[in-house]
């Protein structure tokens, strides 16, 4: 199969292992087409630094917000069991503030896509789940609070694997030689394990109707999700920035040329 039959298959029939396998395509560039359309070419251009000013001044608010929070909780500073909640939700928003800036790095660092509305809709939607969870930190609204954390953690999912859909979609915007990881079970179905867990710790929270043990439990299984999927954030960062990366493809396959400032 050539490559101008390759690209015409739809985006949900192409897969990661199956791309993995082929190595990079090589896109096609008809005159006169996306691939030589230039604001197209300035808008992937731009995409990294738009996207993470955007998120950054987002970020920063949202921690501006958590310090003004911490300020106005009394609680925090008097010690026993409210204490020990509140401060495993300061840390988890703090474990969740990180993670989302990590991600979005990771992301324009290692693609270039042509963006959509949707790159801007995203990091907002991010942004307003994370004030109203930090509203909500303290002992009033613990299931509301991890139903919040629950939400994020989707919508940072759905975002990263937008972009995903769209890479393999578009030929142009696969970098390094393609070098995407195969997928598997695991990977596939531990976003919607992590999820599930921060849901079942809500319910199981607004069961319970007070904030206690079950709280407490609740509280400390989401530090464990947010630590988990960071440390695996951390592993697919140091395997972008090892000298090595996509060298294999790259020594013996032709690579896509990135774009250029024309």
Not at 161 to 176: I, K
Not at 200 to 224: D, K, P
Request: hydrophobic letters at 55%.
């Amino acid at each position: 199969m050539d490559a101008d039959s390759r690209s015409q298959r739809p985006a949900a029939a192409c897969s990661l292992q199956a791309l993995a396998r082929a190595g990079p395509p090589r896109a096609p560039k008809p005159s006169g087409g996306p691939a030589l359309n230039p604001i197209r070419r300035r808008a992937r251009r731009l995409l990294p630094d738009v996207l993470l000013t955007l998120l950054s001044i987002i970020q920063a608010l949202a921690l501006e917000l958590l310090w003004g929070r911490i300020k106005q909780s009394d609680f925090l500073f008097a010690g026993g069991m409210p204490a020990l909640l509140g401060w495993l939700q300061v840390v988890a928003v703090v474990q969740g503030i990180l993670l989302v800036w990590v991600l979005y790095s990771e992301l324009v660092m290692r693609f270039a896509w042509a963006p959509s509305t949707r790159d801007s809709i995203f990091p907002f939607m991010i942004g307003l789940l994370e004030f109203s969870m930090i509203e909500t930190i303290g002992l009033e609204h613990p299931a509301l609070w991890l139903t919040l954390l629950g939400l994020i953690f989707a919508v940072a999912t759905v975002s990263s694997n937008d972009v995903y859909r769209r890479v393999l979609a578009d030929a142009e915007a696969l970098d390094l030689g393609v070098d995407l990881p195969a997928p598997t079970w695991r990977e596939a179905l531990l976003p919607a394990g992590f999820v599930s867990v921060l849901l079942i710790g809500a319910l199981a929270t607004a069961r319970a109707g007070e904030a206690g043990t079950v709280a407490l439990l609740s509280f400390a299984a989401a530090n464990g999700v947010l630590f988990a999927q960071g440390w695996i954030v951390h592993g697919h960062w140091v395997r972008m920035m090892h000298p090595d990366f996509g060298a294999a493809r790259t020594s013996s396959e032709p690579q896509v040329a990135a774009d250029g400032d024309g």
